[in-house]
């Protein structure tokens, strides 16, 4: 308006006003994605007091006073239950009763037995969620709650059935966040995996993103690529929680392969259902409500005629069913 009658009396020539005019359109859209801008911030405002609430949270095993740092060069990987009684806080029931197992430095055990037996609890007090109720858990001979948590489980790897992926590049998901690693590590990691031959099939490769707004990916797939991250991180005493249940045979094999040699003088233990992979396992506990109720190789287990030579039985005449 005011612009219309600086025109009329000839202070504002027509050109400055048509200019002024264009220059408040163009003006619009940056003013649009400032306020968009601010929005997104605060958003991301939230987000982060989430995070620094995170941060701040004790860890669930505080690293109590008096507790040894372990370092991964004197650690040799023998691990010791010792009677260990376990009962989950809030919960009457015993998950594990009198349970006794000393596995060997560079051992594979495997656990099997119905739903319910345990298996997992054994997994969660190896990783130290939890502690036992009663009796000891030992590293090298040495009780876990006289060890740092921290470092304890920079020694301890876990491949769950269910696999955390993040929306991010293949090589991002498998180096976990980590940018100091070099494509080659993450790719000798997969390549033990036996994951690296379907990656390079990915549209991007390494790059590929992956995850809600990426690639979508197969069970096996996504199982390759968390075996591959557990690799990396480099433990000395791997968990492998159902972890080649979402594979199909082939790739279980391969998988396998890799990995027998990797494990080297590595401390295993496994959960699996389908027992044909736990076979070459130096030991095989079979749990029944929280005991173990037969110990020994698959061959030694065949021979008696037991709960382990009945549930292998049961499976090799019932095909089970899920692949990748
Ligand atoms: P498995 O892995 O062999 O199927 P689990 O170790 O999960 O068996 O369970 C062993 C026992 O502990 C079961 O009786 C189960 O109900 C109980 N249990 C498992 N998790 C919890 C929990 N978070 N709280 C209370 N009881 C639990």
């Avoid at 130096?282 to 030694?300: M, S, W």
Wanted: proline share 3%; glycine share 10%.
């Amino acid at each position: 308006l005011y612009g219309g009658w600086g025109v009329l009396n000839g202070i504002v020539t027509l050109g400055d006003l048509v200019m002024l005019s264009a220059f408040l359109l163009m003006l619009l859209s940056p003013l649009e994605a400032l306020a968009q801008s601010v929005s997104q911030l605060q958003k991301s405002l939230a987000g982060l007091e989430r995070i620094l609430d995170l941060l701040d949270e004790p860890p669930e095993l505080g690293a109590e006073k008096g507790t040894v740092r372990v370092r991964r060069q004197e650690c040799e990987g023998r691990v010791t239950f010792d009677g260990v009684y376990f009962r989950y806080p809030g919960s009457e029931k015993f998950a594990l009763h009198d349970f006794s197992l000393d596995v060997a430095a560079g051992e594979t055990v495997a656990f099997v037995g119905p739903s319910g037996a345990g298996k997992t609890t054994v997994c969660n007090l190896l990783a130290r969620f939890y502690d036992p109720t009663d009796g000891r858990l030992l590293l090298d001979g040495r009780d876990l709650r006289e060890l740092d948590v921290t470092s304890y489980r920079r020694l301890v790897g876990i491949v769950e059935q269910d696999v955390f992926l993040f929306d991010g590049s293949v090589a991002a998901n498998i180096a976990y966040g980590n940018r100091s690693t070099s494509l080659s590590e993450i790719r000798a990691a997969a390549t033990i995996a036996n994951a690296d031959a379907f990656v390079l099939d990915l549209p991007q490769g390494y790059d590929t993103i992956i995850g809600e707004r990426g690639v979508r990916l197969s069970g096996g797939q996504r199982q390759r690529l968390a075996m591959a991250r557990a690799i990396l991180a480099d433990p000395w005493i791997l968990i492998l929680d159902e972890a080649t249940s979402n594979l199909d045979t082939e790739s279980e094999r391969s998988l396998q392969c890799g990995l027998a040699t990797w494990m080297g003088n590595r401390t295993c233990f496994v959960i699996a259902h389908r027992l044909s992979t736990i076979e070459n396992a130096d030991r095989i506990a079979v749990l029944n409500a929280g005991r173990i109720v037969e110990l020994g190789t698959h061959e030694a287990l065949m021979a008696t005629e037991g709960e382990y030579r009945e549930m292998v039985l049961l499976q090799t005449s019932a095909p089970i069913s899920g692949t990748a």
